[in-house]
């Protein structure tokens, strides 16, 4: 017996609980199997009373309950029975439990009585297996009146977590067993209510990152069935939008949820409506239905949308978002094509923003139309991408090659291959290139050596002033390279521009 004894025993919950159910053990092992099974049952009744008060503390009516219990007992009535019902309303049992837990309880009656049959010890054995699956292995569950404390001190009490994801994440954890299923469905809408008040207010940040993360640890944790009726997914979704779609958005939820109720969380994030106005996305939203995408767990419906939604988002949205640039440089290229200051700049600073690495993961092409745009931008002047330009040759070069090679072409060539001057910012043209390594930088040059080579005016001939200031560009250059490879490279692209003046110059300027 001592080591089933010694199982069980590691089960219980509560420290309070030992005593009763060490003396229950000990009757069993000194043979007093009617006294054994009495205090069992005691054991059972004492610890369903015991989490009552605990869950009274939080609970008024659970709070009721032990007035009426205490009541009964100033009036010498037995309390058993309401004790066994209320564990089973409460949630505290099941009603497998319940059935079992009334037998030993009849039982317990009939032992009593010291000329009738005493139990066998399998029997007393099989009664506390009972009372510490059913009850002594359980904590108390805390319902309504304690989740209305927890939301309180979650949204109030600044210093009631750390602001640390790891620290909240496992205090969810510790909460979650000590709060009853059936108000599951009330903590979430709590929540929800309490996070939608504050969401955008800057102010309040840490309660509603904290109200958020807890929010996804617990119903992570708990599991629950979002399709079910009382969970009411749709409606909570509509009464509190935002907080909703943010804590659904989890992709372990998001599965959970009906598919009325994914089309409703993805449109509240990409297409927020304030105000009775319908908003564009922030960075947080896109956060979270990229992870979804990135997981492969949107439908084709809900990618089409995102997409949409990227094509209209603010470039500093899609930043801080993450969304690789290969998903918008297209949009870029457009933008910067614009010859409007207005809509180049912002696409110019986005670029600068991705930086070269995402840059570099673009396709070759992509990253030569890039270069090129930029390049004819800041040539009309446009600020944001002058200043990016600017930036090429302020150290050693980062950006694709590529990308530079589009700059510098761009400067002497078309896409067509046609030649066209644009000496205003050849000059920084070529100090990004320069800035590259020695070896990139001089196969640079000279596929733009021959690319000048090659081709012929756009307009029939060049202004013989433009292929002066191209010279005069390539001589500063050579005067600041760092090696002889470099300055030999020049010196090619230098004769193949020479060559061009001497062919296709008109008239003088």
């Known amino acids: 017996m001592r ?69 009964m007992e100033t009036q010498e009535k037995p309390t058993d029975t309401v004790l066994l019902n209320s564990a089973l309303k409460f949630g505290l049992i099941n009603g497998d439990e319940h059935l079992k837990l009334s037998q030993i309880r009849t039982l317990r009656g009939v032992y009593a009585h010291p000329l009738g049959s005493a139990p066998k010890p399998e029997e007393v054995l099989a009664a506390l297996v009972i009372a510490v699956d ?27 977590l750390d602001d640390i994801q790891e620290k909240v ?18 903590l979430l809408k709590s929540i929800a209510s309490r996070l939608e008040a504050i969401i955008d207010d800057p102010d309040l940040a840490l309660f509603s ?16 069935d979002l399709k079910a009726e009382e969970w009411n997914s749709l409606r909570v979704i509509q009464d509190y939008p935002t ?47 990229r992870i979804l995408r990135d997981k492969g767990l949107l439908s084709q419906r809900h990618l089409s949308r995102f997409s949409k939604a990227i094509a209209s988002a603010s470039y500093l949205e899609l930043i801080a978002a993450e969304i690789p640039l290969a998903e918008y440089a297209q949009r870029i290229i457009n933008d910067l094509r614009s010859h409007t200051w207005p809509i180049q700049n912002p696409a110019a600073d986005a670029l600068a923003l991705a930086g070269p690495d995402q840059c570099g993961r673009l396709g070759v092409q992509v990253q030569e139309t890039l270069g090129r745009n930029i390049l004819q931008a800041a040539d009309g002047n446009a600020y944001s991408a002058g200043r990016l ?18 700059v510098l072409f761009e400067a002497l ?97």
């Open 413 to 509: 060539v078309n896409e067509e291959g046609e030649l066209r001057f644009k000496q205003r910012c050849f000059t920084r043209a070529l100090v990004a290139t320069l800035a590259l390594p020695d070896q990139r930088s001089c196969m640079i040059i000279g596929e733009a050596a021959k690319a000048v080579k090659k081709s012929k005016p756009k307009y029939g001939w060049i202004a013989k002033s433009d292929s002066e200031k191209m010279q005069d560009a390539i001589s500063q250059a050579h005067s600041t390279a760092t090696t002889k490879e470099q300055r030999r490279a020049l010196r090619k692209l230098a004769t193949a521009i020479g060559n061009a003046a001497k062919k296709f110059v008109d008239l003088p300027f």
């Open 243 to 289: 907080a909703m779609s943010l804590i659904l958005i989890h992709p372990p939820l998001w599965l959970r949820l009906p598919d009325q109720a994914q089309d409703m969380v993805i449109g509240h994030l990409l297409e927020p409506v304030i105000n009775g106005t319908v908003c564009l996305p922030t960075a947080q939203h896109l956060i979270c239905v």
């Open 3 to 71: 080591e089933p004894i010694e199982r069980l025993r590691k089960k219980v919950a509560q420290k309070e609980d030992l005593i009763l159910f060490d003396e229950a053990a000990q009757c069993l092992a000194n043979g007093a199997y009617r006294a054994a099974y009495i205090v069992t049952w005691i054991t059972i009744a004492e610890s369903i009373r015991g989490k009552f008060k605990v869950m009274a503390l939080r609970d008024d009516e659970i709070q009721r309950l032990i007035k009426k219990i205490e009541d």
């Open 169 to 186: 994440q496992a205090f969810a954890g510790t909460v979650l067993p000590r709060i009853h299923f059936e108000v599951w469905p009330y």
């Open 389 to 406: 330009l600017a930036s090429l040759g302020e150290r050693e070069n980062e950006w694709p090659e590529s990308f530079v090679k589009g």
């Open 134 to 160: 059913a009850v002594l292995s359980k904590p108390p569950m805390l319902r309504f009146g304690y989740v209305d404390q927890l939301t309180s001190a979650l949204f109030e009490d600044r210093h009631y």
């Open 209 to 224: 990152r904290r109200g958020l993360e807890f929010a996804k640890a617990f119903f992570e944790r708990a599991e629950p």
